[in-house]
């Protein structure tokens, strides 16, 4: 393989088609919408249903996500050159897959990836369209420049919006009058709300969203049965892919509330959030070391960028709050936990530290925020040998135990586990024996409407 300077990075993305891959369903959906909102044509992909092709040009050892990414969007290029033939132009295409540093193997989906699409005729003119936390996912040379700063923020609010759909959906799915009403009224939401970005976003007209977000939980919450009362709470964390994409991890939420629990799943925006927070931190670091040292030209440097940092984060924060309070408003559900809080917690604990940069961060400090506000549960979902998610489980158990708080790991690799339903089963025996003798803390009113 040669340089991939030219295949992977960023480009233009106006005049081309931007692939998305189905990670969050509304997420991705929303994203596409505000995508097309800024006149740049993008697509979900179909999802998990590349996944034996896939297997064909994998060992088995890469990370999990990577083979059900890489078979999405195999079989997306293929299907479409075979049924266009000579229409089929690869240049068009941009396939969308973001990569972050630290000490883990994401980096290097797009890489390995490269390499699989080289090896068809033509798919090596398809370019890989990558963001990076390395500088804060900057979107410097991918639209004009005047535009930049208003898709940065539709694009967080796409976050944010699809984030509440799928606490409503959580929400509401255990209490519903009557079986499928939910998940059919969130498909539809999710088409509504994809059509407003579509119209408002590129305007920045969040206004218009909102009301849209309160007549959708509105109408939500008369789904609601009041009869049902209130079941125990479990927080799910873990590896961003696996704890979100329902065909990965074999519709865990939907298993868990069928064994009668409610749940809550870590947010996308939480992501967001912590890439943002990072860098701030970091440059913070750097600006204290620089300063020890009298480096002048570097200090510069980095309070730009601690002003450029703070102000993203302020601005995430504030409008994820504005949001979370609109909608919580009208039904009860939790709110997003805040970046500095976690990282206090985790500190507070003296269990793991920000400094070492991967979600298991993120996940031990989630955890941590959970069980304060008394959750009756908690579930680590992650890929089989995900070194983060190991981790995780590793420094968690211990102190989940002391704190008799039921934790339940989860690892996926496509197969079908023969112990986890049982495993499932006694997780939920402890969520109800804790539930029992704790209750839930922060349900003011059974069904708040
Ligand atoms: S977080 Fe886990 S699954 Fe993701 S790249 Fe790292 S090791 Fe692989």
Request: hydrophobic share 40%.
């Amino acid at each position: 393989m040669g340089s991939t300077a030219k295949t992977i990075g960023k480009f233009r993305l106006r005049n081309k088609t931007v692939l998305i891959p189905e990670m969050n369903r509304i997420a991705a959906h929303l994203i596409a919408a505000t995508f097309r909102s800024f006149d740049i044509n993008a697509r979900v992909l179909p999802t998990y249903k590349g996944l034996d092709l896939a297997k064909k040009y994998t060992s088995g050892k890469e990370c999990f996500p990577c083979q059900v990414t890489l078979g999405d969007i195999l079989l997306y290029l293929t299907t479409e050159q075979e049924t266009l033939g000579s229409a089929f132009d690869p240049g068009s295409y941009l396939y969308f897959l973001p990569e972050s540093d630290g000490p883990c193997r994401f980096g290097m989906y797009n890489k390995f990836q490269r390499m699989v699409l080289d090896s068809f005729p033509g798919l090596d003119r398809v370019k890989i369209f990558s963001i990076t936390t390395t500088d804060g996912y900057s979107l410097e040379g991918v639209i004009e420049q005047q535009r930049m700063l208003d898709f940065r923020k539709a694009s967080y609010i796409s976050v944010v919006v699809a984030d509440i759909l799928e606490r409503l959906l959580w929400r509401i799915r255990p209490y519903e009058t009557q079986k499928g009403l939910t998940d059919d009224f969130i498909e539809r939401s999710m088409r509504q709300m994809e059509s407003f970005f579509e119209i408002h976003a590129a305007a920045n007209d969040f206004g218009n969203i909102l009301n849209k977000l309160e007549e959708i939980i509105k109408n939500g919450r008369t789904l609601i049965d009041p009869a049902i009362p209130t079941k125990p709470l479990i927080g799910i964390v873990g590896e961003i892919f696996l704890r979100m994409h329902v065909h990965s991890n074999q519709d865990l939420i939907r298993v868990l509330e069928r064994h009668g629990a409610e749940v809550v799943n870590s947010s996308l925006a939480e992501w967001v959030n912590y890439i943002t927070y990072g860098q701030l931190r970091q440059n913070k670091i750097n600006f204290r070391l620089n300063l020890k040292q009298l480096n002048f030209g570097r200090l510069k440097h980095h309070l730009q960028k601690i002003i450029s940092f703070g102000g993203d984060l302020f601005y995430q924060e504030m409008r994820q709050k504005q949001f979370y309070n609109r909608a919580t408003r009208l039904i009860d559900f939790k709110h997003d936990h805040k970046m500095s809080h976690l990282e206090r917690l985790l500190q507070k604990e003296d269990i793991f530290t920000f400094d070492v940069t991967t979600e298991t961060c993120l996940s031990i400090a989630a955890i941590l925020q959970f069980a304060e506000e008394g959750y009756n549960g908690v579930v680590n979902v992650y890929p089989f040998t995900c070194m983060p998610g190991m981790t995780t489980s590793a420094i968690v158990k211990p102190v989940m135990n002391r704190r008799r708080v039921p934790y339940l790991d989860t690892p996926y690799d496509g197969s079908l586990q023969p112990g986890r339903e049982t495993a499932v089963s006694t997780f939920m025996y402890q969520v109800t024996q804790h539930f029992e003798r704790y209750g839930r803390k922060g349900r003011i009113q059974p069904h708040a409407a």
